[in-house]
């Protein structure tokens, strides 16, 4: 039975990629990253990750992470039938003009719950619609563990205390191709076809249609995106730290969710947990971003590493974001003016003592006999930036119509 849900689903998600709305998105996705990369070369040269290797990246994990969350699905046996998923459509929409944050289904599908639970308006599966919430949360936490810092963007901002310090401005986009539950008109099965004999145990969320109805896998798209900032650690820690929190997240909701079927009162719970907790998790990430000990700021001894382009010297020698460099053949640099100084003379071989984030001390070298070093391929942190972001929230569509018209 498992083989061929298994295949079933993995059929499924592939014949997402013939859906109109997947391509659409994968546009959308393409010209983004064209949009940063081309920047990242204007302002620095380079690029820290390769517009090819971005795009392959992003579908890769797009598919695995809307193969999981759909074997997951299927398996729960969630439904779309009394879901309410259009009515979560239409508020996500109206909230959005609020805050764009608020887009996403946790606020949305929370409060269409509480209302449904409450005066009993709209009608809807509250298990089911929390569980698909969870879901395409734990799809979003997968993608933004593996795939969520390759977009990254170096920045310099001014902190509430006038410091100006390095960081991250993170943006990555995924069309999400994964299958939903719908229940057939009919009680046979269509022609051509793969029915699956179920055990008694599924559908472990019923369906509001009942327990004979005949279920179909329909190929589906969503899109996902994720924005965050990342000053107080490195690109890869932070998106790693948030995709964990919203992975707990996710499974709390989940289980809440399943248990529900089984007392009612957890309908309740799972339907402000979603809701108050997403918006907790936000506010704590922001908080810690804008009050934690910066991870980029100039040092007074030795030159930081904000970040290293790939193929250079710097990453031959296993130099990371937020390495401090020392000293350069027993010369001490205390800025990347020194650097560049000491670059010009293209030694053939260097060797540098470095400072990692925790405080150890390491010595690395690298040597080009033929060429000469000339350049290690770095992104310092520089003791006097000459320009610097400002790192606010978007404001809503709302707001931003009022301060144009009226001046508020």
């Known amino acids: 039975m498992f083989i061929k849900l298994f295949l079933m689903v993995l059929n499924g998600v592939l014949a997402g990629i013939f859906q109109p709305f997947f391509w659409l998105v ?54 779309v039938e009394g879901s309410g998923i259009e009515y979560v459509w239409m508020l996500a929409l109206i909230l959005m003009l609020i805050h764009p944050r608020y887009i996403c289904f946790s606020y949305a599908g929370g409060l269409i719950s509480f209302f449904s639970l409450t005066v009993g308006y709209p009608k809807v599966d509250v298990s089911g619609l929390m569980a698909l919430v969870g879901i395409l949360h734990l799809m979003e936490s997968l993608l933004i563990w593996l795939d969520g810092y390759k977009s990254r ?55 509001v249609a009942g327990a004979n109805a005949n279920y179909m896998i329909v190929p589906a798209v969503a899109a996902l995106g994720y924005g965050d900032i990342s000053l107080t650690q490195t690109p890869q820690a932070r998106t790693r730290d948030s995709a964990f929190r919203l992975m707990a997240f996710s499974a709390v909701l989940i289980l809440l969710a399943v248990l529900s079927t089984h007392y009612s009162a957890l309908k309740w719970v799972a339907a402000v947990f979603a809701p108050v907790v997403h918006e907790l998790l936000i506010l704590y990430g922001l908080k810690h971003e804008k009050e934690g000990k910066p991870a980029f700021a100039p040092v007074t001894s030795g030159v930081k590493i904000l970040d290293v382009f790939p193929g250079s010297p710097a990453q031959a020698m296993g130099l990371k974001s937020g390495d401090t460099i ?51 391929g770095i992104i310092f942190v520089p003791s006097n930036p000459m320009t610097s972001f400002s790192v606010e929230e978007i404001h809503s569509p709302l707001r931003r119509f009022f301060n144009r018209f009226f001046n508020v």
């Open 26 to 79: 994968f546009i959308f996705m393409y010209l983004q990253y064209r949009r940063s990369t081309q920047l990242q070369i204007e302002l620095f040269g380079n690029t820290l990750y390769p517009l090819k290797d971005q795009v392959v990246d992003a579908i890769l994990f797009s598919f695995l992470s809307g193969f999981i969350g759909s074997f997951i699905m299927v398996l729960l046996g969630i439904s």
């Open 153 to 207: 963007m170096p920045i310099f901002t001014t902190r509430d205390d006038g410091r100006i310090v390095g960081g991250f401005s993170l943006q990555r986009f995924w069309p999400i191709p994964f299958v939903i539950l719908t229940v057939s008109a009919t009680t046979a099965p269509l022609h051509g076809t793969t029915s699956i004999a179920m055990p008694d145990w599924w559908p472990i969320i019923k369906s």
């Open 326 to 376: 020392m000293k350069i053949n027993n010369e001490y640099v205390n800025s990347d003016e020194d650097v560049l100084y000491i670059l010009s003379m293209y030694y053939t071989f260097i060797w540098m003592e470095v400072k990692d984030l925790n405080g150890n001390t390491r010595t690395v070298e690298y040597a080009d006999y033929r060429n000469g070093i000339g350049n290690l």
